[in-house]
């Protein structure tokens, strides 16, 4: 969902708009034809943390330039195609990203 959220929410809330390219199914293949041998390559989830709601969607706001949507929207937008959780008092944003160790 993070290429949703990217893709579809940060485009439509973003003056420049979002288009992203990503690593896929066929990414191990490519860099083993480039020459690389992979010797590790992992999808990992793993939580983004912020002491509030505030700080999540301030955050978000700044990174990703969201720049046409209000506070509420970018905190629907997060729980749409991201979610989140409140756990020991942090809020813990779902995120994902592919992982490879290519040695030449």
């Not at 999808?43 to 505030?54: E, H, P, T, V």
């Amino acid at each position: 969902m993070v290429s949703m959220f990217l893709d579809v929410f940060v485009h439509e809330h973003n003056s420049m708009g979002h288009q992203g390219v990503y690593l896929d199914e066929n990414t191990q293949g490519e860099l083993e034809r480039c020459g690389f041998n992979i010797s590790y390559s992992s999808s990992i989830k793993y939580y983004w943390k912020s002491a509030s709601l505030d700080d999540m969607r301030t955050y978000f706001q700044l990174l990703f330039g969201i720049d046409k949507a209000s506070h509420e929207e970018i905190l629907d937008g997060i729980n749409k195609y991201l979610g989140y959780a409140l756990v020991n008092k942090e809020f813990c944003l779902n995120w994902e990203l592919s992982f490879y160790r290519a040695i030449k």
